[in-house]
């Protein structure tokens, strides 16, 4: 077994398997890697909203005749007390924050950051695993680095300690980070939610426990 990551966080977390970085050149690339390596099982565990990796995994998979299982996480619903809007994209996001100054907090990818650049009457508060560089241009931000998981108390605190009035998030689903979605419901903050991407229409299991169930009688059916 092999965890293959892209490389995005500069320290990422420790793992117990054997670990490679990098891209692997795309769908041909990822294709020679899966027969030269003679893999039988490819597992699409990305975040829900890399979509390229998701459909090169899908693609490569076709080409070597590699089993795929993508495992996605359900989206978060809106319950009653959110406030949420919901946008297409990054661009969308900015509008939707509206012409008046607000504090608001950018729980995003460092890559999504840059757009924000475009509405320097807000004042941020922006969160990441690594430092984000080049800083935004925009005259007020603050930089927080952390690696969730996050609970909905210490959120709680962030956003009261900060005084947020609207948060610009994705829908990643699961536990690590809904607690910013929390607080935010307790407290009347907007949230500005992006839309998932569309992805391939594959095999496809709904946690990690599960997926692992899974390998693992996939893995015995074929006496691995």
Same mark, same amino acid.
């Given at each position: 077994? *092999?965890?293959?990551? #892209?490389?995005? *966080?500069?320290?990422?977390?420790? /793992?117990?398997?054997? =670990?490679?970085?990098?891209?692997?050149?795309?769908?041909?690339?990822?294709?020679?890697?899966?027969?030269?390596?003679?893999?039988?099982?490819?597992?699409?565990?990305?975040?829900?909203?890399?979509? *390229?990796?998701?459909?090169?995994?899908?693609?490569?998979?076709?080409?070597?005749?590699?089993?795929?299982?993508? =495992?996605?996480?359900?989206?978060? /619903?809106?319950?009653?007390?959110?406030?949420?809007?919901?946008?297409?994209?990054?661009?969308?996001?900015?509008? #939707?924050?509206?012409?008046?100054?607000?504090? +608001?907090?950018?729980?995003?990818?460092? /890559?999504? +950051?840059?757009?924000?650049?475009?509405?320097?009457?807000?004042?941020?508060?922006?969160?990441? =695993?690594?430092?984000?560089?080049?800083?935004?241009?925009?005259?007020? #931000?603050?930089?927080?680095?952390?690696?969730?998981?996050?609970? #909905?108390?210490?959120?709680?605190?962030?956003?009261?300690?900060?005084?947020?009035?609207?948060?610009?998030?994705?829908?990643?689903?699961?536990?690590? *980070?809904?607690?910013?979605?929390?607080?935010?419901?307790?407290?009347? =903050?907007?949230?500005?939610?992006?839309?998932?991407?569309?992805?391939?229409?594959?095999?496809?299991?709904?946690?990690?426990?599960?997926?692992?169930?899974?390998?693992?009688?996939?893995?015995?059916?074929?006496?691995?």
């Amino acid at each position: 077994m *092999t965890l293959s990551l #892209a490389g995005r *966080t500069a320290v990422p977390a420790r /793992q117990p398997v054997p =670990v490679r970085v990098g891209g692997f050149g795309g769908v041909a690339g990822l294709a020679e890697h899966l027969r030269a390596e003679r893999v039988g099982l490819l597992v699409d565990a990305t975040h829900p909203y890399a979509a *390229t990796i998701s459909a090169h995994a899908a693609e490569a998979a076709r080409i070597a005749g590699v089993a795929l299982l993508a =495992v996605r996480r359900p989206a978060w /619903q809106r319950v009653e007390g959110d406030d949420w809007v919901e946008v297409a994209d990054v661009r969308a996001a900015v509008a #939707a924050l509206g012409e008046v100054p607000r504090r +608001v907090f950018l729980a995003l990818g460092r /890559q999504e +950051v840059a757009g924000f650049a475009e509405a320097p009457r807000h004042s941020y508060l922006i969160r990441s =695993v690594d430092p984000v560089e080049p800083k935004l241009g925009v005259p007020r #931000a603050v930089y927080l680095l952390g690696r969730g998981p996050f609970d #909905a108390g210490e959120e709680r605190a962030m956003l009261e300690g900060h005084r947020i009035e609207a948060i610009v998030c994705k829908n990643s689903g699961g536990d690590a *980070t809904y607690g910013k979605i929390v607080a935010a419901r307790e407290l009347g =903050v907007r949230v500005v939610m992006l839309a998932r991407p569309v992805l391939p229409e594959v095999p496809s299991i709904g946690s990690v426990a599960a997926a692992r169930e899974w390998v693992g009688h996939w893995a015995a059916r074929r006496g691995v």
